[in-house]
């Protein structure tokens, strides 16, 4: 069966009616105050079919003078799009207190150091969606009221939220040209290999020595790579390595258990 892609126009309309189910499940468990962001690290905020921001036409926010999606620095002061950076995960937040559905060190360390900005956010659920290309969205379900129980909200309603900001996030991300649409790159064992130990510093030489492999050798694998991913040197082929997930946050081989350090 032959499938169809949508166009544009199609996800865009579908990201609006997902952007209407996000705002009805933000009611439903009464955390009705919605900011969304489908790439934190770029100001532009997301729009529907009619070109107007989703945060005029359907969502509102805690302080109806605040135009976050009109400032260029609330994703850098905000404490909860800063968690997300941190958390792939959806989390909770209460009374500047984060938690997810495990012990989580990032949130842990996050609310040691003190939240930044909350805007008058007093509890909150956050979906990020780490998104193809290294790209962060994210969708916070919010309320000023520090009393309500979400904890017991988030555990029934995680799931749920979590799979509608992906949807959303992803559908909107592709309606604007954000998820590439060819194919990913295919790099061979070695063409990874070398990729991690230079993303760790290593040079030619040294990872020669630690693969087992020639320095000519090494220079071809990651000369292949850089032309497969369609790139022009080392740092890109390594950048773009990473994007596709071919490269941890860590690179160096590490064993199960074993510390990180």
């Not at 949508?6 to 609006?16: E, G, N, R, S, V």
């Not at 995680?158 to 060819?182: C, K, Q």
């Amino acid at each position: 069966m032959t499938v169809t892609p949508a166009k544009p126009c199609d996800l865009l309309h579908l990201a609006q009616d997902l952007a209407r189910e996000v705002a009805r499940a933000g009611e439903e468990i009464g955390l009705p105050y919605i900011a969304v962001s489908a790439d934190i690290g770029d100001p532009e905020p997301m729009r529907g079919p009619d070109g107007l921001p989703f945060a005029v036409t359907i969502f509102r926010w805690i302080d109806p003078d605040l135009r976050y999606w009109e400032d260029r620095g609330f994703a850098l002061r905000s404490a909860l799009v800063h968690a997300s950076r941190c958390c792939a995960e959806p989390f909770w937040f209460r009374n500047r207190r984060f938690g997810s559905w495990r012990p989580n060190g990032a949130l842990r360390a996050l609310e040691e150091a003190g939240a930044t900005d909350t805007f008058g956010v007093g509890t909150a659920i956050v979906a990020p969606a780490h998104l193809p290309g290294g790209v962060i969205g994210a969708v916070v379900w919010a309320s000023p009221d520090t009393s309500l129980d979400v904890e017991t909200t988030f555990a029934a309603w995680a799931e749920r939220l979590h799979g509608l900001a992906f949807r959303f996030i992803g559908a909107y991300d592709e309606a604007v040209g954000g998820v590439p649409s060819a194919v990913p790159a295919r790099l061979t064992r070695r063409e990874i290999q070398c990729l991690k130990w230079a993303a760790a510093g290593k040079t030619d030489a040294e990872i020669g020595g630690i693969v087992g492999i020639s320095l000519p050798t090494v220079r071809f694998h990651l000369g292949n790579a850089a032309r497969k991913l369609g790139v022009g040197g080392r740092s890109q082929a390594i950048q773009h390595a990473a994007a596709l997930g071919y490269i941890g946050a860590d690179p160096r081989p590490r064993q199960v258990g074993a510390p990180a350090g």
